[in-house]
């Protein structure tokens, strides 16, 4: 959706709040009425998008689209977040309404997301994309092992992927391999450099694969920028840890 039309959808939710409502002070009840209306209209100014979402490929997987708006909790919620700054519902209230609400919703959904992905990962050894999308969640939360387990197994089914290679190389790096890290960050950035890469591939049953999954995005700045934090690593060693170690030797 483009800024201009979110500006006028915006504008359109709140021309029509004020002909349904008998006021335009800001509680409880104007959340509900804000979404009720927001939500036909959005509809209503992308029919594109709106067709886009309806032919996604069937999924077992949590989808974010399955968010619930209306219920009680995420209306407080949305009014504690936002009753300090608004008295009266206007185009701003309502544009904060939506964009807090897409916040919640987003929440939720990984918190589902990553419930299923780690559920499942381990039936599917040898789906590439399954074992991407777990290392991207372990890696994310620090759990490097666990992370370069994952990607590991999803290297053994696709070793020309810049993103399984650069991740293995971080997990490498917050291991302490660095030589090895240096090793995989360099196969990443010759595999974009020179066309090379073959992106994740999804190769097992659709109903598991997540519609809005959680990636990793790659690139030659981003691997060389990650090469040369490694670089600074080994500086920081040969200058700052390695002469404590000949001193203790002495």
Same mark, same amino acid.
């Given at each position: 959706m483009t800024r201009q039309n979110?500006?006028?959808?915006?504008?359109?939710?709140?021309?029509t709040y004020c002909q349904k409502?008998?006021?335009?002070?800001?509680?409880?009840?104007?959340?509900?009425?804000?979404f009720e209306i927001g939500n036909e209209i959005f509809m209503r100014n992308n029919e594109e998008e709106l067709s886009k979402l309806m032919n996604q490929p069937i999924s077992n997987a949590p989808d974010i689209m399955d968010d619930e708006p209306y219920s009680f909790d995420r209306t407080i919620a949305i009014y504690e977040k936002l009753e300090a700054d608004f008295t009266h519902v206007?185009?701003?209230?309502?544009?904060?309404?939506?964009?807090?609400?897409?916040?919640?919703?987003?929440?939720?959904?990984?918190?589902?997301?990553?419930?299923?992905?780690?559920?499942?990962?381990?039936?599917?050894?040898?789906?590439?994309?399954?074992?991407?999308?777990a290392a991207v969640l372990f890696l994310d939360n620090n759990q !490097?092992?666990?992370?370069?387990?994952?990607?590991?197994?999803?290297?053994?089914q696709n070793n020309s992927s810049s993103l399984f290679t650069h991740i293995k190389g971080l997990?490498?790096?917050?291991?302490?391999?660095?030589?090895?890290?240096?090793?995989?960050?360099?196969q990443s950035l010759f595999l974009i450099e020179l066309l090379q890469d073959i992106p994740p591939r999804l190769k097992s049953a659709?109903?598991?694969?997540?519609?809005?999954?959680?990636?990793?995005?790659?690139?030659?700045?981003?691997?060389?920028?990650?090469?040369?934090?490694?670089?600074?690593?080994?500086? !920081?060693?040969d200058q700052n840890i390695a002469p404590m170690f000949s001193e203790l030797s002495i």
């Open positions: 979110i500006r006028r959808s915006i504008k359109e939710i709140y021309d409502s008998y006021g335009t002070e800001f509680t409880l009840d104007s959340i509900s009425l804000i206007n185009p701003e209230l309502i544009k904060n309404v939506f964009e807090q609400n897409s916040k919640f919703a987003w929440i939720d959904y990984r918190k589902r997301y990553n419930d299923d992905i780690l559920s499942i990962y381990e039936n599917y050894p040898n789906d590439e994309y399954i074992n991407y999308l !490097f092992e666990d992370a370069l387990k994952c990607i590991n197994l999803a290297i053994a997990c490498l790096t917050q291991s302490g391999e660095f030589d090895m890290a240096r090793t995989y960050l360099y659709p109903e598991i694969y997540p519609n809005y999954p959680i990636e990793y995005h790659t690139s030659a700045e981003l691997v060389r920028l990650d090469l040369n934090k490694l670089d600074n690593v080994d500086t !920081f060693f």
